[in-house]
């Protein structure tokens, strides 16, 4: 449990015969005790409910605010009315509980700043991850803002991760981003983005115990969320058939669907060698360069990504975390793999038709409604200017996997400002592209034009527009993320 949570929060260990936490103060002494208020955001989830629970038994003044974030139910699969289920939900827990309920309807700001940024995205052919944006505009900016006019001290969320803070040598206080305790559950990734003023009013009560105490104590406490199912989809809008929910403001334009074919020998992504004897990087680079570009190429993904590399010998570089050896790289050796794939339509064949390339990514199995194969087909390239997307059969499909990542320097974001990399430095850290991915060991180079992210081993569905966030080991402490 960190400091923070020891200070505002139980023991959940502990509870009365009522099945409530006893309100105490866990750091010894209740005399020394300082109430605070404390807004929560109460969706009408169980995490959101228990996360006001707790605080209104560790003895805070605790106030209830649902925000309304989206009317239009176009492409929506539950309902015209989901939002006010969860209202009239949140309402009876804020009433159970014995809290004051607030509503504010935030669906203005969340269409211009999600909603808006969403549909930009995809139309350039981008994956965009609404999630993320939601929690850096929405719920810790415009939502924060009027939970301060409230009079609070913090906002609390149910997020499954923690947060910490220290005083560094210049008096400075630190916030830290640590994962959830409950790995399963751990949620820190769509805090990408927070900025160090968001996480000074930030608080998640829930990130040092697991799913299962956290229904038990919903249950416990009779919360009427207790047994709700977990919100799927869009933050805010539910979950989507998202081509419908796209086709309000994108149009759809029919266009091919290209298979591009590997042998079995380029379905072995992390077994198969990308050097020759006596090869250097360099070599190895431009021979690959040269096979995509020669007019009898086979285009293989292989030879485009350099997915294999990780063959190369080490140099000798100190990892600045735990001392490992990692690769040196020159930055056009970096650029080549972190590049994504771009094929042509001769490198394939035609096998179908689709509604619009804008309406898929990469990675995409569903959707597709073309049969005929022995395994499952998957988007691993869309060229939006020529409306063609390209296909791949099988998990193991060459064209799914990349070795790299780059991030422009303005789309860097440091929640650590304080080891921020500088130009020329070289770190060692653990990786992940997605909610729930596991972290990835990777080493991160800062140049002048971006930060590039090469992974030990090739990474699947990369794609433009998702956000990378990468991590400490040990506490799993989340530095800074940027979009792809």
């Known amino acids: 449990m960190t400091k923070e949570n020891k200070i505002l929060y139980n023991s959940h260990s502990e509870k009365s015969e009522a099945g409530a936490v006893p309100a105490k103060d866990v750091t010894g002494a209740n005399e020394g005790f300082k109430p605070l208020k404390i ?5 009408g989830g169980v995490d959101s409910s228990v996360a006001a629970l707790l605080l209104k038994q560790a003895g805070h003044n ?5 925000m309304q974030n989206w009317h239009d139910t176009t492409g929506t699969l539950h309902g015209d009315c989901e939002w006010e289920e969860d209202k009239f939900v949140a309402e009876m827990v804020a009433k159970k509980i014995g809290i004051p309920f607030h509503f504010v309807d935030l669906s203005e700001t969340y269409r211009k700043r999600v909603v808006d940024y ?15 944006l939601c929690n850096r505009e929405i719920k810790f900016d415009a939502f924060l803002q009027c939970a301060l006019e409230l009079g609070v001290d913090y906002v609390a969320t149910g997020h499954y991760c923690k947060k910490d803070e220290f005083v560094n040598e210049n008096g400075e206080t630190i916030y830290r981003i640590l994962a959830g305790d409950d790995k399963n559950k751990d949620q820190s990734y769509f805090l990408c983005q927070l900025s160090q003023e968001q996480l000074s009013r930030a608080l998640f009560p829930i990130g040092d115990i697991d799913k299962p105490t956290v229904r038990r ?6 919360l009427p969320s207790a047994d709700k199912k977990d919100s799927q989809g869009i933050c805010f809008v539910g979950k989507v058939d998202l081509p419908v929910f796209l086709q309000q403001k994108l149009k759809p334009k029919e266009g091919k669907v290209v298979e591009i074919f590997a042998t079995e020998q380029e379905r072995e992504p992390y077994t198969e060698a990308a050097l020759r004897p006596g090869e250097t990087v360099a ?11 020669s007019p009898n190429a086979s285009n293989t993904p292989n030879a485009q990504n350099y997915e294999n590399l990780q063959n190369t010998q080490n140099v000798g570089m100190s990892d600045v975390t735990k001392g490992h050896q990692v690769q040196e790289y020159t930055h056009e050796e970096l650029e080549a793999l972190a590049a994504p794939v771009h094929y ?25 409604n073309i049969g005929g194969h022995k395994e499952s087909i998957f988007v691993i390239s869309t060229d939006i200017e020529n409306n063609i997307i390209y296909v791949g059969e099988g998990h193991s499909h060459p064209g799914l996997y990349r070795r ?6 303005d789309e860097v974001h440091w929640i650590r400002e304080d080891l921020k990399m500088q130009v020329g430095e070289t770190r060692r850290y653990l990786v992940r592209i997605r909610y729930r991915q596991p972290l990835q060991e990777a080493t991160l180079y800062q140049y002048p034009d971006g930060l590039y992210i090469i992974f030990d081993k090739p990474q699947r569905g990369i794609s433009a527009g998702q956000f990378a966030a990468w991590y400490t080991r040990g506490e799993e402490e989340m530095i800074g993320s940027g979009v792809i």
């Open 39 to 43: 807004a929560v955001g109460l969706s």
């Open 404 to 409: 790299g990542l780059k991030i422009a320097m």
């Open 217 to 222: 104590l919903a249950k416990e406490a009779g």
């Open 344 to 368: 042509k339509p001769s490198d394939g064949k035609v096998i179908g038709k689709h509604i619009g390339a804008q309406f898929y990514t990469i990675g995409q199995r569903k959707g597709l």
């Open 283 to 293: 070599e190895a680079l431009a021979r690959a360069q040269n096979v995509q570009n």
């Open 62 to 66: 605790v106030v209830a605010l649902f």
């Open 118 to 132: 969403m549909f930009s995205e995809y139309e350039k052919g981008r994956t965009p991850n609404p999630d993320v």
